[in-house]
Every structure is written in C-alpha cells, then in structure tokens.
C-alpha cells in the first residue's frame, strides 16, 4: 500500500502562491497518474488537477487552468501543485491521490478511479 504525504499548505493572502508537495512511498511511483483534489468547508470533494504516469500530459479543472501547474519528480517520488493568483475560493484541504490503474492511457479526473490518498493538507486565502 502507498504512503502519500502531503505538504506547503498554509495561510496566503488572495493573489499570492502556493506549492504544495505529495511524497509517495513504493518502488512503482512512476507507473500512476497522481492527482490533486480539494474539499471546501460544506462542499464535496471536487477534482483540481491530474498528472499522466509519465508526465507527458496533464488536466485542470476549469476553476484553476491558467493558475496551478502540476509536474512530477519520478525520481524522488514526488508530485508538485504551484498554485498562482489565488483567491478565497480556492480556500480547502488538497489531497493528492493515485490512480488505482498503473500506465492508463488516458488522465481520469473521476475520485473513485484514485485508491490511494494522502491526510491532506489545509490551504487558506484570505480576501
């Protein structure tokens, strides 16, 4: 079972940066898309973004294309979420997760598709 541990979350004001860290355990980092997602207080958890195993392409979800960027370090098990121009809205623990399927061909955005899930991570911006 994979270990995902997020980190650099915290409190920004609306229009600064963030990037936060996942680490993963395991030997097969490298063979699953990883994703990002976010719950806000009273709402569901909803898809962020998500990078392919071998970070050839990537997926935003609308209210953030333009503003985050995901990447990958396969060879420090690592995936990454720079976070620009953020405003309140973006206010909610990140969690990164796996896909539960190595070497998909495409990026699925769907939470069920993602088995393993790291504590989360709080990120607050203040208007």
Do not use: H
């Amino acid at each position: 079972q994979v270990q995902l541990v997020e980190s650099g979350g915290g409190l920004v004001q609306a229009g600064g940066s963030l990037r936060l860290s996942c680490a993963a355990s395991g030997r097969t980092f490298s063979a699953y898309a990883m994703g990002w997602f976010r719950q806000a207080p009273g709402k569901e958890r909803e898809f962020v973004s998500a990078i392919k195993w071998n970070g050839r392409n990537t997926d935003y979800s609308d209210s953030v294309k333009g503003r985050f960027t995901i990447s990958r370090d396969n060879a420090k098990n690592m995936v990454f979420l720079q976070m620009n121009s953020l405003n309140p809205e973006d206010t909610a623990v990140y969690y990164c997760a796996r896909d539960r399927i190595d070497r998909r061909t495409a990026i699925t955005t769907t939470e069920v598709e993602y088995d393993s899930w790291g504590q989360g991570t709080q990120v607050t911006v203040s208007s």
